[in-house]
């Protein structure tokens, strides 16, 4: 219970009967004596890590870090940090990458939004639990059963706070306090009576609707000829059409989703300085840019102007010795919008100047909106005792292999921006090469809160699956990870949901990437010398010692797996 509540109570109470005021004042105490009880049998439970040997904490107070977890959604590896794209403006990851360590070959265990954050949040290799579509956690036969990062935290005395996209079916009771309660992804392009694809988008790529098919500056308001419905054309915040986002200029428009969680961060920063209640904390901030649609303030389009925009190198015909389209068909996401794109614009370039622009607008603002969040916490007392973890739940194909999308087993949908920064602990600066993987989180976040108990809700949960990152953060070439030599990602097939072999793999080492569909077709890329998975090797002779190698290794990965489901 939060001290504002209890004052509110005693707000009534003073208006109330004396009796009642005497039974909510017994409660108030009992609670206060709760809660402070509670506390202490937290602390007594918990290791003292304030001298402990190369304790993360550097005051001599008794505390335990504090956690911020900044996601992205859909964030390639185009952030200066890993060397993405050489266009892009991302000063404030760039910054903290500085003061932290960057993972630079850090895989998404599933590319796409629901199963990958449940997996993160779980710990829970997303072939492990079944879940490879988009029913939420709470509803799957394994992860119901497993706790939350956040569970888990409150469980070991932390307070929890959250605002944004962070699971993708949110669940407010797992958080202690939940911030701003609004559609993410807005605003959307509303023509008075449906959301729709952004009337500047031409066709036939609008036409895949007001997600997907829609990119726009904010100050190019939805206009359309004539309005076809009850309501008045514009921006919306979301599907129940109730709520508008008002522009008139750059100056005086209402937020973006974004902009209110990153505007709630900073405030509850401020806020939980001056409640000084002794309690660490673990807050997350999931932003949802650049996930479309790719709406952005104009500012951020203007940073890129369309005739500066250079494509990332993409080869002719790099689809023609990939064999995505002998598992999933031309109409399946990726392939069909990367036609639509082709089909809407003179040539494909220009149509992915066109989305790619976009794209680096929506970066560059979530950018400054990550700014102001870690600037919040630099400032405050939380600076040196806070761990700070930024990533995103996978990346986004550009064009690269006839592909527009997330969720193909290829570098740009797998690889993900991963910065720790762990005060006391991290090596500011540094970059570890070893492959790891967002099952990681939840064991080092574990590891280095000292976090304590089971972390499923009973036998039929599964324990997390990833290793803790913490070795790496003090020395980045550590050499003895108890961790895998490379990482793994699934790409579900829906249809053969309960036969784990039956699913798409890549497995991607410091060197190489494998890539094993439910056909038995496969890839193998060499990326000493081919960063862009150009020139599939799986068939050259030369390359089948390697080539099993690393299939062996997956299939250990996955059959380990297979054997604790089957006890
Ligand atoms: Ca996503
Ligand atoms: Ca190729």
Not at 6 to 22: C, K, Y
Not at 116 to 125: A, C, D, H, P
Not at 130 to 148: A, I, M, R, S, Y
Not at 401 to 406: G, N, R, V
């Amino acid at each position: 219970m939060s001290y504002a509540m209890v004052g509110n109570e005693s707000t009534i109470a003073d208006r109330s009967l004396p009796v009642t005021r005497f039974f909510v004042l017994f409660i108030f105490a009992f609670l206060l004596s709760f809660s402070q009880i509670a506390y202490s049998i937290a602390l007594s439970t918990m290791p003292d890590v304030s001298h402990a040997a190369g304790s993360i904490i550097t005051a001599s107070t008794n505390t335990r870090p504090n956690v911020l977890l900044i996601m992205c959604d859909d964030l390639n590896d185009y952030s200066g940090a890993f060397g993405g794209h050489h266009q892009v403006r991302t000063p404030n990851i760039d910054k903290l990458a500085k003061s932290g360590v960057v993972f630079a070959n850090a895989q998404s265990n599933c590319p796409v939004c629901s199963p990958s954050r449940n997996s993160l949040f779980t710990g829970v290799y997303t072939h492990r639990s079944g879940d490879f579509e988009w029913t939420p956690h709470d509803k799957q036969p394994v992860l119901k059963n497993c706790k939350t990062l956040m569970e888990y935290f409150r469980e070991n005395g932390y307070t929890v706070l959250g605002s944004g996209k962070l699971l993708h079916h949110n669940r407010k009771n797992l958080w202690d306090e939940w911030g701003v309660e609004i559609n993410n992804y807005g605003p959307f392009a509303f023509d008075g009576n449906d959301l729709v694809g952004h009337p500047s988008v031409p066709e036939p790529f609008r036409s895949i609707g007001a997600v997907d098919g829609s990119f726009a500056p904010l100050s190019d308001v939805p206009a359309f000829p004539k309005s076809t419905g009850p309501g008045k054309p514009g921006w919306i915040y979301s599907w129940d059409k109730k709520r508008y986002l008002n522009y008139i200029d750059a100056n005086n428009r209402d937020l973006t989703p974004d902009e209110m969680h990153a505007e709630w961060a900073v405030r509850k920063i401020k806020e939980l300085e001056r409640r000084n209640d002794h309690k660490p904390f673990f807050m997350g901030i999931g932003f949802v840019r650049p996930h479309t649609p790719l709406y952005a303030p104009k500012r951020f389009f203007d940073m890129f102007p369309i005739e500066e925009i250079e494509l990332s190198p993409i080869k002719e015909g790099d689809a023609e010795d990939c064999y995505y389209t002998s598992v999933y068909p031309l109409t399946r996401k990726g392939p069909r919008y990367y036609r639509l794109l082709r089909e809407s614009y003179p040539d494909i370039e220009t149509g992915l100047k066109n989305f790619l622009q976009a794209y680096l607008a929506c970066i560059a603002f979530v950018d400054e909106q990550i700014g102001a969040v870690l600037d919040a916490l630099n400032d405050s007392k939380f600076r040196d005792n806070t761990i700070v973890v930024f990533t995103s739940d996978h990346g986004w194909n550009i064009g690269e292999k006839e592909y527009l999308f997330k969720n193909s087993p290829w570098e740009e949908s797998t690889r993900i921006p991963l910065i720790m920064r762990a005060p006391g602990r991290s090596r500011p600066g540094s970059t570890v090469d070893h492959p790891v993987s967002l099952i990681d989180i939840f064991p080092t976040l574990t590891d280095l809160c000292r976090l304590k108990g089971d972390t499923r809700k009973n036998n039929a949960g599964a324990r997390p699956d990833g290793f803790s990152l913490g070795p790496f953060l003090r020395e980045p070439e550590f050499q003895n990870w108890n961790g895998p030599k490379g990482a793994l990602t699934v790409l579900g097939v829906g249809q053969n949901k309960k036969d784990v072999l039956k699913q798409n793999y890549a497995y991607r080492t410091r060197d190489w990437r494998y890539i094993l569909y439910q056909n038995g077709e496969e890839e193998l890329y060499d990326h000493r010398d081919d960063p862009y998975e150009w020139d599939n090797l799986a068939g050259d002779e030369r390359y089948a010692e390697k080539k099993q190698k690393l299939k062996n290794q997956m299939l250990n990965i996955i059959k380990k797996d297979l054997e604790t489901i089957e006890k």
